[in-house]
């Protein structure tokens, strides 16, 4: 297909995307939109740790810290200092944090930014480790940044968190954000840079010997992660108007995991849809938590149920799709019209 053919298409499907955004926003109620809004929130998150895990081969379990960097940056941004003044109950803020203060993308871009400089930090080090040393030691990391935000009230508030952080994750800065991290890390992996970083996830020591720095783009990678998933965590904490260190903690980590893993380790089209129907899938199984009605007879619902039958799901996904839901296949609008051709030619 010609590139403009593409761009048009492209263009189309964002005009399409907009639209349904508006007919969400005004027809359906709150809870149909917080969880668009979530579903938005996950794929960014699920494309951050696949570029790290499914493109680089980084094997990374500290997704939670990077997000909770965002976050804290976030809403220390956007809180105005009259509402900390009220929320630092334990300590006195510093006088810096009570008087800093930005606009909502200003801070959402500070909380990545504030993500991708740890990970460059922290990166440096373990990088040098093996997949399964650096699993572990990224998970360190992420508990780490939990602890330190439940012992220094003066800066987080310690464990009393933040709360009525301002809501201004609606429906388009979601969206807004889910489509630029698409856009940005789509193009960086059709790049020379993206195919060094497939070429380390498939052989590191061939990739060293034809010459690519490994380290370099390796940091690079994990830092490229770890600001979206800053990006995730500040949008995560205006989207829900409140963060304590509680929220950060390792099942944070293993959800987006699980949702790239289901999606398929190497794939962005996997990513979003696994992200959008691991989301949904999950709060449309609240049901089977609820009691159950049998003629005169009724059963109590059992807690957590839904995650029991959720995993179940998730098993067998892996068992006969053990590569995932689209492995490391893509959808394009060049592999549609290679299609359609072929159903012509049929």
Known sequence: MKRYHVFALNFMLVGVLAALLACAQ??????????????AINILLALSLNLIYGFTGMFS????????????????????PDQKAMLFLLEPAYPWIESAHAPFVVAVFAGGLAAAAMAAVVGFPLLRLGDDYLGIATLGFAEIVRVVANNVPRITNGALGFKGIPAYANLWWNYGWC???LVLIVRILRSNTGRC????RDDEVAARAMGVNVFRLKLLSFSLGAFFAGVGGGLLASLLTTIDPKMFLFVLTFNVLMIVVMGGLGSVTGSVIAGAAVTIILEWLRFVEDPITLGSVTLPGIPGMRMV????LLIAVILFRREGLMGTREISWEGIAAWLRQRRKA
């Open 26 to 39: 005004r027809f359906l109620d709150g809870y149909s939109i917080q969880i668009l809004n979530l579903v």
């Open 197 to 200: 970083f497939k070429a380390i």
């Open 179 to 181: 489509l630029l991290a």
């Open 61 to 80: 379990l500290g997704h939670a810290g990077f997000m909770a960097i965002g976050a804290y940056v976030c809403a220390i941004l956007i809180l105005s």
């Open 309 to 312: 039958v959720f995993s179940l």
